[in-house]
């Protein structure tokens, strides 16, 4: 897998609904973060996760991170409307200063 | 709150043109960062900036590409020389310490090359 995949590639779901999107990942890792790209706009920071935490929670959201299995998800509770967006994870390889965004979900919540 | 601001919003230029975009970004951020979106496509690193230098930059940085802080505020990414496949939105970002850190992004430069 390249650095950074992630899947779905796309997920619909109804508002109140539970959103999962996964990211794995091909080397070991600093920290993973999550971010989050309406359409046509910058990405906004959402969370970061450090690679010796497990399981992190940022109001209606929750992310884990799996170093043996170089992976990664973001849940995201009672889904709105407003949630409609695309989702990224972004990590920089340990001792490497590149930096990678994975391909995304673009999510959409559904009124 | 304060954000990183980025003009113009929509740049179109001629094949073979230099062209400058332009990053205004948050105030006391000292890391700083060019990253681009091909339409379709993931977000890809270009460069990052700390202490008026360039500190990392990816395979796609290459010698057609130059950033620079001219002044105490803005942060410029030249394109010397444009190609088709330049075409692409073109995001800047600062953190405020090191590269771990979370980024604040603008809301890009849409570049076409025609």
């Known amino acids: 897998s390249q650095q950074g995949e992630e899947d779905p590639q796309a997920l619909s779901i109804q508002e109140g609904e539970n959103a999962t999107m996964n990211c794995s990942y091909k080397?070991?890792?600093?920290?993973l973060q999550w971010y989050r790209q309406n359409s046509g706009r910058g990405l906004v920071h959402l969370i970061l996760?450090?690679?010796?935490?497990r399981e992190k929670h940022s109001g209606r959201l929750r992310v884990t991170l799996d170093t043996s299995k170089k992976s990664s998800s973001l849940l995201i509770t009672a889904s709105r409307a407003a949630d409609t967006a695309s989702y990224f994870c972004?990590?920089?390889?340990?001792?490497?200063?590149?930096?990678?965004f994975g391909k995304g979900t673009k999510l959409s919540v559904i009124p | 709150e304060p954000e990183v601001t980025q003009t113009p919003s929509h740049q179109v230029t001629q094949m073979g043109q230099e062209v400058i975009l332009r990053c205004v970004p948050i105030s006391n951020h000292l890391y700083f960062y060019w990253y681009r979106q091909i339409l379709g496509q993931k977000v890809e690193f270009l460069v990052s900036?700390?202490?008026?230098?360039?500190?990392?930059k990816s395979e796609i940085f290459d010698d057609q590409f130059s950033v620079e802080r001219p002044d105490g505020s803005n942060f410029t990414l030249k394109i010397r020389s444009t190609k088709l496949e330049d075409s692409a939105m073109y995001f800047c970002?600062?953190?405020?310490?090191?590269?771990?850190?979370?980024?604040?992004f603008g809301d890009g430069t849409r570049l076409s090359i025609l």
């Open positions: 996760i450090r690679s010796n935490e």
């Open positions: 900036f700390y202490n008026n230098e360039i500190s990392e």
């Open positions: 972004f990590m920089r390889e340990a001792g490497s200063y590149q930096l990678t």
């Open positions: 080397t070991s890792i600093n920290n």
């Open positions: 970002a600062s953190s405020p310490r090191g590269r771990d850190q979370p980024q604040h």
